[in-house]
């Protein structure tokens, strides 16, 4: 008999937020409420899930997958186009309590906020369920990312939608960013 968690629901799309830091790096902070964390061994600084497991975690040229298990859910994101390539052997994950950090390490020294951001272009192109029905997805929570000396309508593009119809809650400490050690 194994201990192995049945995930019997549709995915969750994890609330998130783009920030860039610097010309080569993009930091993608994913809102997984549930997700606990312990210090690995023999790396005592780095932190691992200690409630579920990440399946997958892809980086290609101009794209990433992320998908995890906490408990009995899914949490899947997958940006099936970046505005600009990436180095995937270079780009990294950090969790931490009640979510994650994706560092994308840019191929080009240039700007994504602009194509993210600006109503011409199609911003991320995040990759939808073929049966075409709204996906669930994960509570959204103020915030707040490490300074950039950018203002923060330039610095913060929350990307995943907002939930108008949900009672207010009190709001959870900002989660503090990782390290860049």
């Known amino acids: 008999m194994t201990n192995a968690t049945v995930v019997t629901s549709k995915p969750i799309v994890p609330s998130f937020v783009v920030q860039e830091d610097g010309a080569r790096k993009v930091m993608v902070y994913l809102n997984i409420p549930e997700l606990k964390v312990k210090r690995s061994f023999p790396n005592f600084f780095k932190f691992i899930p200690s409630n579920g497991h990440e399946k997958?975690?892809?980086?290609?040229?101009?794209?990433?997958?992320?998908?995890?298990?906490?408990?009995?859910?899914?949490?899947?994101?997958?940006?099936?186009?970046?505005?600009?390539?990436?180095?995937?052997?270079?780009?990294s994950i950090?969790?931490?309590?009640?979510?994650?950090?994706?560092?994308?390490?840019?191929?080009?020294?240039?700007?994504?906020?602009?194509?993210?951001?600006?109503?011409?272009?199609?911003g991320?192109?995040?990759?939808?369920?073929?049966?075409?029905?709204?996906?669930?997805?994960?509570p959204v929570e103020e915030i707040q990312l490490k300074d950039t000396n950018m203002p923060p309508p330039f610095n913060l593009v929350p990307l995943a939608p907002s939930i108008s119809s949900k009672p207010a809650m009190r709001k959870a400490p900002a989660p503090p960013p990782p390290s860049t050690s």
């Open 124 to 138: 991320l192109d995040i990759q939808e369920d073929e049966d075409k029905s709204p996906s669930p997805t994960a």
């Open 94 to 122: 950090k969790y931490q309590r009640g979510g994650c950090w994706i560092t994308l390490v840019k191929l080009e020294p240039m700007s994504w906020m602009n194509r993210i951001c600006d109503d011409l272009t199609p």
């Open 56 to 91: 997958v975690l892809d980086f290609q040229d101009q794209s990433f997958t992320f998908t995890m298990n906490i408990q009995t859910k899914l949490y899947s994101l997958s940006i099936a186009r970046l505005p600009g390539e990436i180095q995937p052997e270079k780009c």
